[in-house]
């Protein structure tokens, strides 16, 4: 959708919302579209979902993180409105104060995102949803998109085609642990930091039920690449354990971190922005690197 369009959707929600004289800016335009709105004193997010957002998946988004907003002590992008127009969610939130940290991640800020994930986790695995609440379920290896392996040059497919049979593996072993709502999606992008080093959390897009193991792993995958990145590991850790008990094996959060690499591969292949698919080029280097070092590491 052309980025006129884009905004002529936004103000459409918004006035249907009652949201009057709005002063729109664009965040990001990538995997959904994200504006920052401010409303004389206001301020919010308004997120126009991609083509295949459903509003039952918003409004059951919506209700976890209005449960999260009563029940716990984390800075949230609550919900303030949800209209359906030209055929997309728009999902209308509280601007999350604070600054992106993605840059000048460090021990001490991991500890907070560690902490902040354990209150998650508390809550997800106590809360009792209401009736006819979905989310999807973190089940297999390409979250629901067509396999992408037989798309990619050779070398690639062989290394993360033998990638597939560990993690597979894993995943199997796993169904018998715990499954609740997880954030699924909770880096650096998508926490906030204001003064004092309080937290603020954001885009609950991806929340989905799965094992507490796997949303760990999509945390440290974001910072695996960095040279600090054992002790990144290490502060998340520590802030974890402040709130609850730390049961993830190394091996597990390892195998599960290859997970999150062959499903971005799926979710990009099969993304209608072509703008994600464009990543694809640079980041498959990056994947081969990986994969090939995690199965050099099991003996091949």
């Known amino acids: ?7 002529a959707v936004a103000l459409r929600a918004l006035r249907v919302m009652g949201i009057g004289s709005p002063k729109l800016r664009l965040v990001l335009d990538l995997h959904n579209t994200t504006f920052e709105v401010r409303a004389g004193t206001q301020r919010f997010a308004l997120r126009i979902g991609r083509p295949d957002s459903t509003r039952a998946a918003v409004e059951a988004e919506a209700a ?28 209308l939130t509280r601007w999350v104060e604070g600054r992106l940290l993605k840059k000048r991640v ?10 902040a994930m354990a209150v998650l986790h508390d809550h997800g695995e106590h809360w009792t949803p209401p009736a006819g609440w979905h989310r999807p379920a ?50 650096q992008s998508n926490v906030r930091f204001a003064t004092g080093g309080s937290i603020g959390i954001f885009d609950f897009d991806d929340c989905a039920v799965g094992h507490p193991a796997m ?25 974890y354990r402040r709130r609850r008990p ?21 979710v990009l292949h099969a993304h209608a922005n072509p703008t994600m698919r464009g990543y694809i080029p640079m980041l498959l280097p990056r994947w081969v690197e990986h994969g090939r070092a995690f199965l050099d590491a099991r003996g091949g």
């Open 246 to 266: 730390w049961t993830y094996d190394e091996e597990v959060l390892e195998t599960l971190q290859v997970w999150r690499m062959l499903s971005l591969c799926a």
């Open 1 to 7: 959708m052309a980025q006129g369009s884009q905004r």
């Open 138 to 187: 973190l089940g297999d290896i390409w979250l629901g998109r067509p396999d992408p392996l037989e798309r990619l040059p050779a070398a690639a497919r062989d290394v993360l085609g033998a990638c597939v049979d560990w993690v597979d593996a894993m995943l199997g072993f796993l169904q018998d642990g715990p499954h609740f709502v997880l954030h699924a999606d909770l880096h």
């Open 215 to 239: 949303d760990v792993a999509i945390s440290r995958y974001d910072r695996l690449r960095h040279t600090q990145r054992k002790a990144l590991y290490d502060g998340f850790e520590e802030g």
């Open 64 to 91: 976890w993180i209005r449960s999260l907003d009563e029940d716990t002590d984390l800075r949230l992008g609550v919900p303030e409105g949800l209209e359906e127009v030209s055929g997309r969610v728009c999902l």
């Open 106 to 115: 460090s021990p001490d800020t991991m500890a907070t995102v560690g902490e």
